[in-house]
């Protein structure tokens, strides 16, 4: 795949786990459907779709040639609904209190503060109903009970609930480089690198395999989120669809406040060279791996 192929690729998966959504997310039906429209409107409001897109291109990169993304797509959905779940809670009064989400006002905002709790909590708890449904995939049940233990410590307090758990404590006081590094390593980092495993371990992929995509997902799960602090310092927005300049507000602890922005960008210039070293052993089936981690680099959203 050509670089300028990668927007393309984005489109043709986002669209396919879109496509997906819809058919997985409950219906407007009473009586929880004002519950279930806080649920659809977060998680229907569009996005980048990073997380089941990974999966996906994952599974592609370690599977044979019969694999098929329906093997995956259940998965990559379920990621998708943790990531929606943990941005309506984020976003709530008592966490970052923003009001400004994918381009729209958040979810507490338009439903209220306990509608908004709901609707994360329903979501992830749909999240673990997509995974462990033996209706929605014919992988076997053992790589699929690895897969729903390694999304579960990802998405708990070793992962990201644990991340934003150390971010809230760290705001306004000094940090050390060993604190910066477990904030960023659980908040966005795990569940990242675990989107990354479980398309592997879904598509069957060897030990070899799955320790070279893991180390790939580590470094454009570091990438991403040293990318996302310095957007926070240099963007709009407009551009970003929530509110720019917000880490500093709250004197959070970031890259960019940490080694200042030029190096910060050097910083993920070698996140991005370590995970593209970590694809070495794979042939061309993992360029479109390759070509994620570049746009994720030069993302400007």
């Known amino acids: 795949m050509s670089r300028p192929d990668i927007r393309g690729y984005l489109d043709e998966k986002r669209r396919l786990v879109e496509a997906a959504l819809l058919r997985y997310i409950p219906t407007e039906n009473p009586p929880l459907a004002d519950h279930v429209r806080a649920m659809r409107y977060s998680l229907l409001a569009g996005g980048k779709r990073v997380r089941p897109i990974l999966c996906l291109a994952a599974a592609e990169a370690a599977g044979d040639e019969t694999f ?5 797509l259940p998965c990559a959905c379920a ?4 990531h929606t779940y943990s941005l309506i809670h984020d976003d709530l009064p008592a966490m970052d209190n923003d009001e400004l ?3 729209q006002p958040t979810n507490h905002v338009v439903f209220g ?3 908004a709790i709901l609707a994360g909590d329903g979501l992830l708890t749909l999240a673990f109903e ?3 449904d033996p209706a929605l995939t014919a992988v076997p049940a053992e790589r699929s009970l690895r897969v ?3 999304i579960a410590r990802a998405a708990g307090p070793a992962g990201m609930v644990g991340g934003q758990v150390l971010d809230l404590a760290a705001e306004g006081r000094p940090v050390s480089f060993a604190e910066l590094r477990a904030i960023h390593s659980r908040k966005t980092g795990a569940l990242i690198t675990a989107s990354v495993e479980a398309g592997a371990l879904l598509a069957g992929a060897d030990p070899a395999g799955l320790a070279a995509l893991t180390r790939y997902g580590e470094g454009i799960g570091l990438a991403f989120q040293i990318v996302d602090d310095l957007l926070n310092v240099e963007g709009s927005a407009e551009q970003l669809g929530k509110a720019a300049g917000s880490d500093a507000a709250r004197h959070k602890a970031t890259y960019p406040a940490f080694f200042g922005v030029e190096e910060t960008r050097k910083k993920a210039a070698e ?6 070293e970590a694809l070495k052993p794979f042939d061309r089936k993992a360029d479109p791996l ?3 981690a570049r746009y994720i680099l030069e993302r400007k959203r």
Do not use: K, Y
């Open 68 to 72: 098929s993304p329906e093997l995956v």
């Open 79 to 82: 990621l998708e609904c943790i």
């Open 101 to 103: 989400r994918r381009g």
């Open 113 to 115: 503060e306990a509608a």
């Open 130 to 132: 997509l995974l462990s």
């Open 148 to 150: 729903i233990h390694l």
């Open 271 to 276: 996140a991005v060279d370590m995970a593209l």
């Open 290 to 292: 390759r070509d994620l």
